[in-house]
């Protein structure tokens, strides 16, 4: 009876030997959610209608499989204190909120409030401290005042003399970031377009202004093959937004609060998190940040006051 029981014992613990083996080899892998990760392009100056004359196959690519809001107004209907440039358009789409919070209303920056009222890349680091955040630019106020504390800063206006050579400069250096590091939130400035509205024009009339606008659709085409290069790329989900902040009439864009070729902007909202489709209803540059955060899983706080809201998820 003893070896009998033995015998039983043994069979007994092999088949649940063999029970634990299938078990083990059929249990559901749970593979981890795929890296959320934002970059923001943004092309200064640029008129959405300049964009549709170009030669531009990225960013109708982009606007092809993702949201597009257009127009989007520049500043609220219950405030026009701010001029219709760089400085006000700027910090309106980085930090969530209109001119009468930030106190931006020109391009001097004489009291900004942006302690009350910072970049989103502060707000990601309240939620997030961990998140890396990068900024290139070739616009001094995007690197020293607006995105001043970003993890990673690259300035091409320190070195280069005109904004040609500086988006080539800043589109290298993000590129090679893009590639080889680790960020959350990364945001791009490129500003030749802008720079050609001044001295040529700004209307899809103007063959240097549309010229430029196809330079800097080939810069965000190098953008996005940096994306595609990543060695992690399978494992992470993009959100690609593109803007501006401003248009243009003539060769100037300053006190255009009645002119609808300035006072308009754009928003692509791009990715596979993207409601591919035009955005219904009235949208503004501070859309942008809440638009970024809600896709970087980041619960907008009440306190921070923020204007927009996320537009062109699913």
């Given at each position: 009876?003893?070896?009998?029981?033995?015998?039983?014992?043994g069979?007994c613990?092999?088949?649940i030997?063999?029970?634990?083996?299938v078990?083990?080899?059929?249990?559901?892998?749970?593979a981890a959610a795929?890296a959320k990760k934002?970059?923001?392009?943004g092309?200064?100056?640029c008129?959405?209608d300049?964009v549709?004359?170009?030669?531009?196959?990225?960013l109708d690519a982009l606007m092809k499989?993702g949201?597009v809001?257009?127009?989007?107004r520049?500043?609220?209907a219950?405030?026009?204190e701010?001029d219709t440039i760089?400085?006000p358009?700027?910090s309106n789409?980085?930090?969530?909120?209109?001119a009468?919070?930030?106190?931006?209303?020109?391009n001097e920056?004489?009291a900004p409030?942006?302690?009350?009222f910072?970049?989103?890349?502060?707000?990601?680091?309240?939620?997030?401290?961990?998140?890396?955040?990068?900024?290139?630019s070739?616009w001094?106020?995007?690197?020293?005042?607006?995105?001043?504390?970003?993890d990673?800063?690259?300035?091409?206006?320190?070195?280069?003399?005109?904004?040609v050579s500086g988006?080539?400069?800043?589109?290298?250096?993000?590129s090679?970031?893009l590639r080889?590091?680790?960020?959350?939130?990364?945001?791009?400035?490129?500003g030749?377009?802008?720079?050609t509205?001044?001295k040529?024009?700004?209307h899809?009339?103007?063959a240097?202004?549309?010229?430029?606008?196809?330079?800097v659709?080939?810069?965000?085409?190098e953008l996005l093959k940096?994306?595609?290069?990543r060695?992690?790329?399978?494992?992470?989900?993009?959100?690609i937004?593109v803007?501006t902040?401003?248009g243009?009439?003539?060769?100037g864009?300053?006190g255009?609060?009645?002119?609808?070729e300035v006072a308009?902007?754009?928003?692509?909202?791009?990715g596979?998190a993207a409601?591919p489709?035009k955005i219904?209803g009235?949208?503004g540059?501070?859309?942008?940040?809440?638009t970024a955060l809600?896709?970087l899983?980041v619960?907008v706080?009440?306190a921070?006051?923020?204007?927009?809201?996320?537009?062109?998820?699913k």
């Open positions: 009876m003893g070896i009998a029981l033995q015998g039983c014992v069979a613990l092999s088949r030997a063999v029970g634990v083996a078990f083990a080899i059929t249990w559901p892998a749970f795929p934002v970059l923001v392009i092309i200064d100056g008129r959405f300049a549709k004359q170009a030669d531009a196959p990225h499989a949201a809001a257009q127009p989007t520049i500043f609220p219950h405030y026009r701010a760089s400085g358009g700027w789409i980085l930090c969530g909120v209109w009468d919070k930030h106190r931006v209303m020109d920056f004489t409030n942006y302690e009350e910072p970049h989103f890349f502060a707000r990601l680091k309240e939620a997030k401290p961990e998140a890396v955040t990068a900024s290139f070739d001094g106020p995007i690197a020293k005042r607006i995105l001043s504390a970003a990673v800063t690259f300035d091409a206006n320190e070195t280069d003399k005109d904004y988006d080539v400069a800043v589109t290298a250096a993000a090679k970031y080889e590091a680790d960020p959350a939130a990364t945001v791009v400035y490129l030749q377009v802008d720079e509205g001044h040529e024009g700004f899809p009339s103007v240097p202004y549309v010229k430029a606008i196809e330079q659709d080939g810069h965000i085409g940096a994306i595609e290069l060695p992690t790329r399978a494992d992470e989900d993009w959100l937004l803007t902040d401003h243009g009439s003539g060769t864009h300053g255009g609060h009645d002119n609808p308009c902007s754009w928003l692509v909202v791009s596979d409601q489709g219904a009235e949208h540059q501070v859309d942008l940040v809440p809600k896709h899983g619960v706080d009440p921070w006051k923020l204007d927009g809201a996320a537009v062109g998820l």
